[in-house]
Protein backbone atom coordinates (compact mmCIF):
# COMPACT_ATOMS: atom_id res chain seq x y z
CA UNK A 1 0.00 0.00 0.00
CA UNK A 2 1.42 3.42 -1.15
CA UNK A 3 1.60 6.09 1.23
CA UNK A 4 1.26 10.00 0.51
CA UNK A 5 3.34 10.69 -2.86
CA UNK A 6 4.79 13.84 -3.91
CA UNK A 7 6.33 14.91 -7.13
CA UNK A 8 8.39 16.62 -7.62
CA UNK A 9 11.20 15.82 -5.23
CA UNK A 10 12.98 18.80 -5.97
CA UNK A 11 12.32 22.23 -7.71
CA UNK A 12 14.06 25.07 -8.30
CA UNK A 13 12.59 28.52 -9.65
CA UNK A 14 13.11 32.00 -10.96
CA UNK A 15 11.69 34.85 -9.18
CA UNK A 16 8.29 36.16 -10.89
CA UNK A 17 7.32 32.14 -12.25
CA UNK A 18 4.53 30.35 -11.28
CA UNK A 19 4.84 26.74 -9.85
CA UNK A 20 2.62 23.11 -9.50
CA UNK A 21 3.03 20.95 -6.89
CA UNK A 22 1.39 17.21 -6.88
CA UNK A 23 0.27 14.93 -4.62
CA UNK A 24 -1.40 11.58 -4.20
CA UNK A 25 -2.84 11.12 -0.74
CA UNK A 26 -2.36 7.31 1.18
CA UNK A 27 -5.10 4.72 -0.41
CA UNK A 28 -8.30 5.06 1.07
CA UNK A 29 -7.63 9.06 2.04
CA UNK A 30 -9.89 11.54 0.75
CA UNK A 31 -8.69 14.61 2.49
CA UNK A 32 -5.45 16.67 1.13
CA UNK A 33 -3.85 19.22 3.28
CA UNK A 34 -0.55 20.96 2.32
CA UNK A 35 1.98 22.55 4.59
CA UNK A 36 4.87 25.04 3.88
CA UNK A 37 7.91 24.33 6.02
CA UNK A 38 11.33 27.03 6.28
CA UNK A 39 14.18 25.93 6.68
CA UNK A 40 14.21 25.20 10.88
CA UNK A 41 10.78 26.04 11.36
CA UNK A 42 7.51 23.55 12.17
CA UNK A 43 5.34 23.27 9.31
CA UNK A 44 2.56 26.07 8.26
CA UNK A 45 -0.99 25.28 7.15
CA UNK A 46 -1.55 26.55 3.77
CA UNK A 47 -5.21 25.22 2.79
CA UNK A 48 -7.29 21.87 3.15
CA UNK A 49 -9.55 19.81 0.44
CA UNK A 50 -12.29 17.70 1.04
CA UNK A 51 -14.67 16.67 -1.79
CA UNK A 52 -13.12 19.02 -4.13
CA UNK A 53 -13.35 21.86 -2.14
CA UNK A 54 -11.07 24.15 -0.58
CA UNK A 55 -12.32 23.88 3.54
CA UNK A 56 -9.84 25.45 5.00
CA UNK A 57 -7.44 28.29 4.72
CA UNK A 58 -4.38 29.05 6.75
CA UNK A 59 -2.54 32.62 6.58
CA UNK A 60 -1.37 32.62 2.71
CA UNK A 61 -1.77 34.94 0.23
CA UNK A 62 -4.20 34.11 -3.19
CA UNK A 63 -1.01 33.44 -5.00
CA UNK A 64 -1.00 30.55 -2.97
CA UNK A 65 -4.24 28.08 -4.84
CA UNK A 66 -4.98 24.45 -4.62
CA UNK A 67 -7.18 21.87 -6.73
CA UNK A 68 -8.34 18.04 -5.61
CA UNK A 69 -9.18 16.06 -8.56
CA UNK A 70 -12.14 13.27 -8.68
CA UNK A 71 -9.49 10.39 -7.43
CA UNK A 72 -8.68 12.79 -4.27
CA UNK A 73 -5.18 13.77 -5.78
CA UNK A 74 -4.29 17.18 -5.34
CA UNK A 75 -2.16 20.14 -6.74
CA UNK A 76 -0.96 22.96 -5.14
CA UNK A 77 -0.21 25.74 -7.36
CA UNK A 78 2.04 29.12 -6.39
CA UNK A 79 2.49 32.27 -8.86
CA UNK A 80 4.71 35.45 -9.17
CA UNK A 81 6.96 33.34 -6.79
CA UNK A 82 9.02 35.23 -3.68
CA UNK A 83 12.61 34.36 -2.48
CA UNK A 84 10.75 34.00 0.83
CA UNK A 85 8.48 30.99 -1.12
CA UNK A 86 11.81 28.80 -0.76
CA UNK A 87 10.53 25.95 1.54
CA UNK A 88 9.83 22.39 1.64
CA UNK A 89 6.16 21.62 1.07
CA UNK A 90 4.39 19.05 2.40
CA UNK A 91 1.07 16.89 1.63
CA UNK A 92 -1.09 15.05 4.02
CA UNK A 93 -3.79 13.16 3.79
CA UNK A 94 -6.23 10.99 5.89
CA UNK A 95 -9.22 9.08 5.97
CA UNK A 96 -13.13 11.23 6.48
CA UNK A 97 -13.10 12.88 10.20
CA UNK A 98 -9.46 12.22 10.45
CA UNK A 99 -7.35 11.79 13.79
CA UNK A 100 -4.20 12.15 12.42
CA UNK A 101 -2.96 12.99 9.07
CA UNK A 102 -0.20 10.84 6.92
CA UNK A 103 2.31 13.20 5.27
CA UNK A 104 4.33 13.00 1.87
CA UNK A 105 8.08 13.05 2.01
CA UNK A 106 7.79 16.63 0.41
CA UNK A 107 8.94 19.42 -2.63
CA UNK A 108 12.07 21.34 -1.53
CA UNK A 109 11.01 24.31 -4.03
CA UNK A 110 14.27 26.83 -3.99
CA UNK A 111 13.35 30.20 -5.63
CA UNK A 112 16.75 32.32 -7.03
CA UNK B 1 -6.53 30.29 18.21
CA UNK B 2 -4.08 27.23 18.92
CA UNK B 3 -0.94 27.87 19.88
CA UNK B 4 1.85 25.04 20.48
CA UNK B 5 5.09 26.06 22.18
CA UNK B 6 8.55 23.73 22.34
CA UNK B 7 10.63 25.52 24.78
CA UNK B 8 13.74 23.19 24.07
CA UNK B 9 15.07 23.94 20.75
CA UNK B 10 17.83 21.60 20.80
CA UNK B 11 18.56 18.35 23.09
CA UNK B 12 21.14 15.44 23.22
CA UNK B 13 21.26 12.06 25.05
CA UNK B 14 23.82 9.42 25.16
CA UNK B 15 22.50 6.05 23.61
CA UNK B 16 20.82 3.73 26.16
CA UNK B 17 19.32 6.89 28.13
CA UNK B 18 16.23 8.34 28.19
CA UNK B 19 15.11 11.65 27.00
CA UNK B 20 12.20 13.98 27.74
CA UNK B 21 11.19 16.73 25.40
CA UNK B 22 8.82 19.00 26.76
CA UNK B 23 5.25 20.68 24.77
CA UNK B 24 2.94 23.18 25.83
CA UNK B 25 -0.46 23.84 23.83
CA UNK B 26 -2.98 26.58 24.28
CA UNK B 27 -6.64 25.96 23.54
CA UNK B 28 -9.83 27.06 24.79
CA UNK B 29 -11.23 23.25 23.02
CA UNK B 30 -12.17 20.41 25.81
CA UNK B 31 -12.10 17.45 23.12
CA UNK B 32 -8.75 17.75 20.81
CA UNK B 33 -5.69 15.17 19.21
CA UNK B 34 -2.32 16.04 20.50
CA UNK B 35 0.93 14.35 18.30
CA UNK B 36 4.71 13.71 18.51
CA UNK B 37 5.84 13.66 14.74
CA UNK B 38 9.60 12.82 13.86
CA UNK B 39 11.18 14.38 10.72
CA UNK B 40 14.30 12.74 10.72
CA UNK B 41 16.92 14.36 7.93
CA UNK B 42 15.35 12.48 5.66
CA UNK B 43 12.65 14.93 5.95
CA UNK B 44 9.68 12.44 5.75
CA UNK B 45 7.01 13.61 8.91
CA UNK B 46 6.43 10.49 10.81
CA UNK B 47 3.31 10.10 13.47
CA UNK B 48 5.05 8.66 16.68
CA UNK B 49 2.55 9.01 18.94
CA UNK B 50 -1.10 10.12 19.48
CA UNK B 51 -2.94 11.57 22.62
CA UNK B 52 -6.76 11.60 22.45
CA UNK B 53 -7.62 14.69 25.13
CA UNK B 54 -10.79 12.54 26.60
CA UNK B 55 -8.56 9.76 27.50
CA UNK B 56 -6.71 9.99 30.85
CA UNK B 57 -4.19 7.17 30.27
CA UNK B 58 -1.25 8.55 28.58
CA UNK B 59 -0.61 7.07 25.14
CA UNK B 60 2.57 4.62 24.88
CA UNK B 61 4.38 3.35 21.66
CA UNK B 62 6.91 0.67 22.67
CA UNK B 63 10.00 2.88 23.58
CA UNK B 64 7.87 6.31 23.25
CA UNK B 65 5.77 7.51 26.03
CA UNK B 66 3.81 10.50 26.65
CA UNK B 67 3.02 12.30 29.91
CA UNK B 68 -0.56 14.46 28.92
CA UNK B 69 -1.74 16.78 31.88
CA UNK B 70 -4.39 18.37 30.61
CA UNK B 71 -5.39 20.89 33.15
CA UNK B 72 -1.78 21.90 32.76
CA UNK B 73 -1.71 22.34 28.68
CA UNK B 74 1.38 20.15 29.09
CA UNK B 75 2.57 17.18 26.32
CA UNK B 76 6.13 15.78 26.71
CA UNK B 77 7.25 12.91 24.82
CA UNK B 78 9.38 10.29 26.71
CA UNK B 79 11.98 8.36 24.72
CA UNK B 80 13.51 5.44 26.31
CA UNK B 81 16.73 3.38 25.44
CA UNK B 82 18.03 5.97 23.07
CA UNK B 83 18.83 5.17 19.61
CA UNK B 84 20.94 6.38 16.98
CA UNK B 85 17.82 6.23 14.60
CA UNK B 86 16.10 8.66 17.01
CA UNK B 87 18.32 11.86 15.86
CA UNK B 88 15.47 14.06 14.19
CA UNK B 89 13.10 17.28 14.75
CA UNK B 90 10.34 16.26 17.25
CA UNK B 91 7.34 18.58 16.43
CA UNK B 92 4.47 18.63 18.94
CA UNK B 93 1.35 19.25 17.32
CA UNK B 94 -2.65 19.70 18.05
CA UNK B 95 -5.65 18.80 16.15
CA UNK B 96 -9.22 19.78 16.70
CA UNK B 97 -11.10 17.16 15.55
CA UNK B 98 -14.73 19.06 15.26
CA UNK B 99 -14.97 18.04 11.62
CA UNK B 100 -13.20 16.64 9.21
CA UNK B 101 -11.45 20.11 7.63
CA UNK B 102 -9.10 20.35 10.44
CA UNK B 103 -5.28 21.30 10.41
CA UNK B 104 -2.50 20.31 12.13
CA UNK B 105 -1.12 23.02 14.25
CA UNK B 106 2.78 22.14 14.76
CA UNK B 107 4.82 23.82 17.08
CA UNK B 108 8.36 25.22 16.17
CA UNK B 109 10.42 21.45 17.11
CA UNK B 110 13.00 20.22 19.09
CA UNK B 111 16.25 18.86 17.53
CA UNK B 112 17.51 16.01 19.34
CA UNK B 113 20.63 14.55 18.66
CA UNK B 114 21.64 10.99 20.37
CA UNK B 115 25.24 10.51 20.96
CA UNK B 116 26.83 7.27 20.58
Known amino acids: DAGVTQSPTHLIKTRGQQVTLRCSPK?????VSWYQQALGQGPQFIFQ???????QRGNFPDRFSGHQFPNYSSELNVNALLLGDSALYLCASGPGLAREQYFGPGTRLTVT | AQTVTQSQPEMSVQEAETVTLSCTYD???????LFWYKQPPSRQMILVIRQEAYKQQNATENRFSVNFQKAAKSFSLKISDSQLGDTAMYFC?????????????FGPGTSLSVIP
Open chain 1, 27 to 31: SGHDT
Open chain 2, 93 to 105: AFMKPKTSYDKVI
Open chain 1, 49 to 55: YYEEEER
Open chain 2, 27 to 33: TSENNYY
